[in-house]
């Protein structure tokens, strides 16, 4: 079962906090937070006129720990990606990443306390949205003193971020970089993330989402991660990696696992499954599947029409999840909606999904080309498909 695996932790300490001091209005519903935390971590230095800030998004299960340092020496989920020469080059940018608001990693979500009532918020915490993400990032951005951001890098939930940055706030955000990621939820991976959220309401457990103080939802927790391991590699990864191999050749079959797939499901369903709050995958899951860029808008074309700024999309054939001909659509219509700064790029990773985390060779170079080409004169490639053969990243 050895092969390359994401670097994900339960992270605790070692970030730093910013905590509004005014409510903060949520996109649907009216709904209202009395006050919302971001956590966050930072590499590199500031220049002097503050237009060296790169933006790292997280994904859906990640936290701001993208890359280890002093605070906090653990492989953060990004490690190789970013630091002095890397991707994400410290010795030229300052790097912040930040913990989504609805997750368990610092930020306000439903595990957070409800300083009103002094209770966890559990499912009393409102529906958010990917909008509401991205504004809260931008409050951080202010009390930082930053006015715009050099670049906006993201993947998967974090692509999503990293498009709507240049759409709700044009003139702040210089450059977008956008990996496995779409325009609009597709029902194919809308339904996959219904199905998570689900096994964790059916666990009895889960008790209406009133289990801080109880027994905690592992079963639902630990099904809910193995339908979504299915969805964040590849079949022809399987098949190499796994093929028809037994557990052991010499037990008879039965009704429990026999194949070495499926205690494979069951290690990551099983590792997971504590490392992170059942609510918060309810919550941001939810918040994905809501996303449209065309919403409000009278078609996709007006909605990614605001995204003005040069753009990189980057999309890997064995992706099940968010699916190729996604990222080929969003690159196709930035273009067709005015963007001239269009740069697209197709990898035939192993993968699948995760490749934007295990493919430094491909995905590594991709986006340190774009965040250090001088764009000004460049009018992008969007349309003129670009296909890498991807290799493994070295472990």
């Known amino acids: 079962m050895t092969g390359p695996e994401p670097d994900y932790d339960k992270i605790s300490s070692g970030y730093k906090t910013f905590t509004s001091d005014f409510p903060f209005p949520v996109k649907y519903n009216k709904a209202v937070l009395p006050e919302v935390t971001i956590a966050y971590e930072t590499w590199g230095e500031l220049n002097q006129d503050r237009s060296n800030v790169v933006i790292i998004h997280a994904g859906l299960s990640a936290s701001s720990h993208a890359k280890s340092h002093k605070d906090n020496p653990l492989p953060g989920w990004w490690e190789k990606f970013v630091g002095s020469g890397c991707a994400v080059d410290t010795d030229k940018f300052f790097v912040i990443c930040m913990n989504n608001i609805g997750s368990c990693y610092g930020s306000t979500g439903p595990s957070s306390v409800n300083p009103i009532t002094g209770k966890q918020y559990a499912t009393t915490f409102p529906v958010i949205s990917i909008d509401d993400m991205v504004n809260a990032q931008f409050l951080l951005l202010d009390h930082l003193g ?171 054939q064995t992706d099940i999840l968010f699916p190729i001909w996604q990222q080929r659509q969003l690159a196709r219509i930035l273009k067709e909606s005015g963007n001239q700064a269009v740069t697209y790029y197709e990898l035939d990773s192993l993968f699948g999904h995760d490749t934007f985390l295990l493919d430094l060779n491909c995905v590594g170079a991709a986006v340190k080309g774009f965040l250090e080409t001088d764009l000004h004169n460049t009018r992008g490639h969007a349309g003129k498909e670009k296909t890498f053969q991807s290799k493994a990243m070295p472990m």
């Open 146 to 316: 930053i006015e715009k951001i050099y670049g906006s890098v993201g993947s998967s939930l974090g692509g999503m971020c990293s498009l709507l940055s240049a759409s709700l706030h044009p003139d702040r955000v210089e450059r977008v970089v956008s990996i496995s990621s779409c325009a609009q939820s597709h029902p194919t991976s809308i339904s996959m993330r219904y199905l998570q959220r689900k096994t964790i309401m059916c666990d009895p457990n889960w008790n209406k989402g009133y289990y801080y103080n109880g027994a905690f939802p592992k079963i639902g927790m630990k099904l809910a991660r193995e339908i979504a391991t299915l969805t964040y590699r590849s079949g022809p990864e399987w098949d190499k990696r796994f093929g028809r191999g037994r557990i052991d050749e010499n037990v008879c079959p039965s009704l429990c696992p026999s194949f070495l797939i499926e205690s494979y499901l069951e290690h990551q369903g099983e590792s997971f499954s504590t490392k992170y709050d059942p609510n918060s995958l309810l919550y941001i899951s939810k918040a994905m599947d809501l996303f449209d860029m065309s919403e409000g808008k009278s078609s996709l074309h007006a909605g990614l029409a605001t995204v003005k700024c040069p753009t990189m999309v980057l999309g890997v």
